[in-house]
């Protein structure tokens, strides 16, 4: 079992940055992709970063490419999403999602596709 726990959010005024990290315990010892993924208040859950395990491979939704950077720290567990020039539509709870691959370059971008969830960080942009 892996264990995912978010943190890093909180309250920003448009146009300023946040950093959210996901912390990953358990079996750590195992190879996997890692995605960011979000909902915003009364909508769906979407798509917004993915990292393969070798960190050579990474995707971004339209909505937030150049201003979110995903990266990964294999070494200490951790993955991070940068989050710069908010808006207040990347208002949302921002969830750490894992999947187990035997390939380094596997990068999915569907919620089905991953295993293991955080509980969420709440991010809130305000004007």
């Known amino acids: 079992q892996l264990q995912l726990v978010e943190s890093g959010g909180g309250l920003v005024q448009a146009g300023g940055s946040l950093r959210l990290s996901c912390a990953a315990s358990?079996?750590?010892?195992?190879?996997?992709?890692m995605g960011w993924f979000r909902r915003p208040p009364g909508k769906a859950r979407e798509f917004v970063a993915v990292?393969?395990?070798?960190?050579?491979?990474?995707n971004y939704a339209d909505s937030v490419k150049g201003r979110f950077t995903i990266s990964r720290d294999n070494a200490n567990n951790m993955v991070y999403l940068q989050m710069n020039s908010l808006k207040p539509e990347d208002t949302a709870v921002y969830y750490c999602?894992?999947?187990?691959?035997?390939?380094?370059?596997?990068?999915?971008?569907?919620?089905?596709?991953?295993?293991?969830w955080g509980q969420g960080t709440q991010v809130t942009v305000s004007s």
């Open positions: 999602a894992a999947v187990r691959t035997y390939s380094r370059d596997y990068a999915p971008h569907q919620p089905p596709q991953y295993d293991y």
């Open positions: 358990g079996r750590t010892s195992s190879n996997y992709a």
């Open positions: 990292i393969s395990w070798s960190g050579g491979n990474t």
